[in-house]
């Protein structure tokens, strides 16, 4: 660390001068898509809808400006820099109203009529169906969204894509991030299109629906049948999980990997394989590029009197075009496809391939269509490791001896030396590839994969020789009926890397160190940013900047207390790394979130009767938990609109999880969480100050106590992970009768009645 303190000094003694050097080599250009990228992530991170007309006339105004200011570089090359900002902000604006999903805004039970568009089996045996909505009856929806997924326990026999299907369903709204900072399912979903989650109340059935006429539906709806068929002779052939992975490489459906292997995948650094992403789409390109030139190079006289490299790439692009129509085409697959097709491109016009311009240009490209992707996962890991593998392998290049220290060595030594080398380029595109992608994989997944240099040494061979190419020869064998051969070497090959990532896995410590704040994420991204895109000892300034991202991260804790969105589930912090909830059985999918997010090692249920609570832990009884958080305060949760007064009266914090005019505790030194609250903002973390202060002579001990909790009371600081509902994919929040805290109707009874799905949430591992 000093040393590269040291280093930064004197690279900011000759800034001047290395700041030149960089302009001089066009490095300025590869900080445009960071501008746009920085536009975006202002445009979705706005409390309020920016207008149209209000971001436009901003844009004029600094162009206006920078044509101004030729005579005076730096400034022009600052509102440059500016103006790209605003584009960025421009494109998240048209992005939104491009998307204008209809959201549902409460639950509601219908009879729909839908149009599949997709369907995948998941690891339960259950369905997930993804519908265009035609028609709803008793009750006829107001306001219906465009399109649902909805789960179902089993479909009808050779239902297809385009099919019509019928039945009734239980609808939900989306759900908002599971903690503030989380994964936002209503955020991501809203541009996808998906206006509402449930599941079919009995078994759907087939329905004659009017045929979309549209050439590019008709033709989506073949690809999408391909696709489905060519999924079940991949599962027809393959049996098992390596089956179901098999899928997910070949046609994107990775519904049906049991959670174990996910995890094992996870902590291994695997799960990149699982997802079609860059790496697929370059291994596709790759194997095409390369038989075809092996392939030509047996005929002489073709290869001579034609460019092969350019009729390659041209081929590999078509191929990888399929390749993402066979995959489903999501947004993280076409950003891959994206930044691959500029760099074949590239091949095409004699340009360098693999270059940092390329990787730009195909940013820009990626902000421009799906903005909203630079705040995923996918977007961020992919290109940062690509841009830290294109950095490091530039900066070996300089630096690399170019005498050839094999030459009249023995074949043996040379062949030994050969394959070390390989060995160590796999270790080393590993290493820097995965340490970019862990900041990212911290942040959003509290995953940093001790051992993924392990794992992705010791797979990623396997992927390469074993699983990926004999997918491709699959494929092509298809028609003819030998595709038996290539699947059995690819199951095999499967079978290795599941293996392999259950061994890793197995001697993995953890990688969790509970939740990132965002300014260590800012902080980091901003270093390795320069770190990557700057060429000469400038880029050293990124070690330093790097640096401050510990301040934030040491000091780092999680929060007090943390209340679930739809009010049912409260937990406090409590001592030896433990969270205190309030229900003996939870949601499974948001206690482990919790459990992951926070670094939480147990789980404390509330006490049974008659035995002493722990520190933190809850009691329950008549409709009452309470609980004392470490500061002292006391926490009282009710569903119950009669043990209001109770809750109010013992609590210092009061959760209400009902709604209606009573939902509200008498003025005082009380705070209160209503289920309004929640329904409107989203789950909410409290987090309180330190207010500890040596006790003033002349007051009792009592007193000062008293004294003290008021004061961390009114130190408490809540934060919601939606805030104000004033934003396209979360103003469908304000609709719901907890929102406008309307007392819940009972249910209907009805005849046919089905259990829901459990945590039937998108995965956002899986985007």
Not at 94 to 118: F, H, K, N, Q, W
Not at 171 to 198: E, S
Not at 308 to 315: G, P, Q, S, T, Y
Not at 748 to 753: D, G, M, N, P
Request: hydrophobic share 50%; net charge positive.
């Amino acid at each position: 660390m000093a040393i590269a303190m040291a280093a930064t000094r004197r690279a900011f003694v000759a800034a001047p001068t290395l700041f030149s050097q960089e302009i001089e080599r066009g490095t300025l250009f590869l900080f445009l898509p960071v501008c746009c990228g920085i536009g975006a992530i202002v445009y979705f991170g706005a409390s309020a809808e920016p207008r149209l007309s209000a971001i436009l006339f901003g844009m004029t105004l600094l162009v206006g400006l920078m044509q101004l200011a030729h005579s005076r570089p730096r400034t022009r090359l600052a509102l440059a820099f500016a103006v790209a900002v605003v584009a960025g902000m421009v494109a998240g604006k048209l992005e939104t109203m491009r998307a204008d999903t209809r959201m549902l805004g409460s639950d509601i039970t219908t009879r729909l009529t839908g149009r599949v568009v997709a369907m995948a089996r998941d690891a339960r045996g259950g369905w997930r169906v993804t519908l265009d909505i035609v028609a709803t009856e008793r009750p006829t929806l107001r306001y219906s969204p465009q399109r649902v997924v909805v789960s179902a326990r089993s479909v009808p026999a050779g239902m297809k894509i385009g099919a019509g299907l019928q039945g009734l369903v239980h609808l939900r709204p989306q759900r908002g991030p599971v903690r503030p900072g989380n994964y936002d399912f209503a955020f991501n979903n809203y541009y996808k299109g998906v206006g509402a989650n449930g599941f079919f109340l009995g078994k759907p059935q087939l329905a004659a629906t009017p045929v979309d006429e549209a050439i590019a539906s008709q033709a989506w709806q073949t690809v999408a049948n391909i696709r489905q068929q060519l999924t079940q002779r991949v599962l027809s052939r393959i049996k098992g999980e390596p089956g179901d992975i098999a899928a997910s490489l070949i046609t994107g459906q990775r519904d049906g990997i049991s959670e174990a292997t996910n995890d094992a995948m996870r902590l291994s650094g695997l799960s990149h394989i699982l997802s079609i992403s860059g790496f697929h789409m370059a291994l596709v390109a790759g194997i095409i590029v390369g038989s075809l030139r092996a392939s030509m190079a047996l005929f002489p006289g073709f290869a001579a009197r034609y460019p092969m490299k350019k009729l390659a790439a041209f081929v590999a692009l078509a191929g990888s075009g399929f390749y993402l129509l066979l995959s489903g085409a999501d947004v993280a697959a076409q950003r891959s496809f994206v930044m691959l097709a500029v760099m074949l491109i590239a091949m095409m016009a004699d340009r360098a391939a693999i270059s940092m311009r390329n990787l730009a240009i195909g940013a820009l490209i990626a902000i421009a269509l799906l903005p909203h992707e630079i705040l995923g996962p996918s977007f961020q890991m992919s290109y940062s490791a690509t841009g830290a593998l294109i950095a490091y392998y530039g900066w070996r290049s300089r630096r690399k001896n170019r005498s050839n220290r094999t030459k009249g060595e023995g074949l043996l030594l040379r062949l030994s030396m050969m394959a070390a080398s390989h060995v160590g380029a796999i270790a080393m595109t590993s290493l820097v590839a995965g340490t970019a992608s862990s900041i990212f994989a911290a942040y959003h997944f509290n995953n940093t994969a001790p051992l993924g240099l392990v794992g992705n040494a010791l797979a990623l061979p396997v992927v390469s020789i074993f699983v990926m190419p004999f997918a491709v020869l699959a494929v092509l064998a298809m028609p003819f009926d030998l595709d038996w051969l290539p699947f059995a070497v690819m199951e095999r090959g499967i079978e290795w890397v599941i293996a392999i990532a259950k061994m890793v896995s197995a001697h993995s410590p953890s990688g969790n160190f509970g939740s990132m704040p965002q300014t260590s994420l800012l902080l980091m991204t901003a270093g390795l940013v320069l770190l990557m895109l700057l060429t000469t000892r400038l880029r050293l300034v990124g070690f330093a900047v790097m640096a401050l991202a510990i301040v934030p991260l040491r000091s780092a804790r999680p929060p007090d207390i943390v209340i679930a969105e739809e009010g049912k589930l409260v937990a406090l912090s409590a001592p030896d790394d433990a969270l205190a909830v309030n229900r003996a059985t939870a949601s499974r999918f948001t206690l482990d979130n919790w459990q992951q997010g926070y670094g939480a090692i147990q789980v404390l249920t509330p006490a049974k009767n008659g035995s002493s609570p722990a520190d933190g832990q809850f009691e329950c009884a008549d409709g009452v938990c309470l609980a004392r958080e470490a500061g002292g305060l006391i926490v009282a949760y009710t569903d119950d609109p009669t043990k209001k007064s109770t809750a109010c009266a013992e609590g210092d914090i009061v959760v209400l999880a009902f709604t209606g005019p009573t939902a509200t505790c008498e003025p005082g030194d009380v705070l209160v969480i209503t289920a309004q609250d929640l329904a409107l903002r989203g789950s909410a973390e409290i987090r309180f100050g330190d207010n500890k202060v040596d006790p003033p002579s002349g007051l009792d001990a009592a007193a000062f106590a008293v004294e003290q909790l008021q004061a961390r009371l009114q130190s408490a600081n809540i934060i919601y992970a939606v805030g104000s509902p004033q934003r396209p994919w979360n103003a469908y929040r304000a609709f719901s009768r907890t929102a406008r805290n309307l007392a819940e109707q009972k249910p209907q009874r009805r005849a046919a009645k089905t259990k829901p799905p459990a945590d039937d949430q998108e995965n956002p591992t899986r985007q």
